[in-house]
């Protein structure tokens, strides 16, 4: 991956030279990529490490000072990976929350569904003793 020095994209900046930048996040917070041209280049700091801002607000407000204009591009969504439990059942419950806010019948009370579930419960204890 090419790399630009914070004074050379100074320069280009102020020269309108800079086509876009991308605020990636990893974990160390998030760096910068600039495309000049047909390449991008992640932004160095000042001793030749690449330039990590604490939050996305730090690195916003760099390509404000620079005059590089941004827009917040919406999040790819993952499909969440295969044996992720945990992801899987958040997606399930909210489905029914979706489901729920779009149902036109009343609502069910909390007790009425408990006394369902009692009685079949019971029901299944009787065919299994029987």
Partial sequence: MQTISQGCLTHLAHERKIYSARVIDDEDGFHLMVRIGTEERILLSEHEAIRHFPTLKD??????????????????????????????????????????????RAPVANSDVMEAARQIINSRKRVQHA
């Fill in 59 to 104: 690195a916003t407000e760099y390509l404000h000072h620079l005059g590089i204009p941004y827009t917040i591009a919406p999040r790819k969504r993952r499909a969440s990976p295969p044996g992720n439990a945990d992801l899987t059942h958040d997606a399930y419950v909210q489905s029914f929350i979706s489901a729920a806010r779009h149902d036109s």
